[in-house]
């Protein structure tokens, strides 16, 4: 079983950045899929960004194409979501998923306007 553990959150003013890291343990998560998602407090959870550690380009949600991306390290086994010109919109519980299955317990992100 893999553990996944995010960190990177904070408190930005809208047009700010942040990095999110996810880190992996237990296992390898190399040649596997994995993604951010966010879920904004009365809202349901949603996708933000997928890679896949070996071929394939990475998927992003509209809101956030050009602003986001994400990246991975294969020798330190983590995840990044590199978060540019942050929205209020923004603001949210963003969480790493490993195989559409595990996850973390979220960072906080919150943006101010």
């Known amino acids: 079983q893999v553990q996944l553990v995010e960190s990177g959150g904070g408190l930005v003013q809208a047009g700010g950045s942040l990095t999110l890291a996810c880190a992996a343990s237990g296992r390898s998560i190399f040649n596997h899929a994995v993604g951010w998602f966010r879920q904004a407090p009365g809202k349901e959870r949603e996708f933000v960004a997928s890679?896949?550690?070996?071929?394939?380009?990475?998927t992003y949600a509209d809101s956030v194409k050009g602003r986001f991306t994400i990246s991975t390290d294969n020798t330190k086994n983590i995840v990044y979501l590199q978060m540019n010109n942050l929205k209020p919109e923004d603001t949210a519980v963003y969480y790493c998923?490993?195989?559409?299955?595990?996850w973390g317990r979220g960072t906080q992100v919150t943006v101010s306007s």
């Open positions: 998923n490993e195989n559409g299955v595990n």
């Open positions: 890679s896949h550690w070996v071929g394939g380009s990475p």
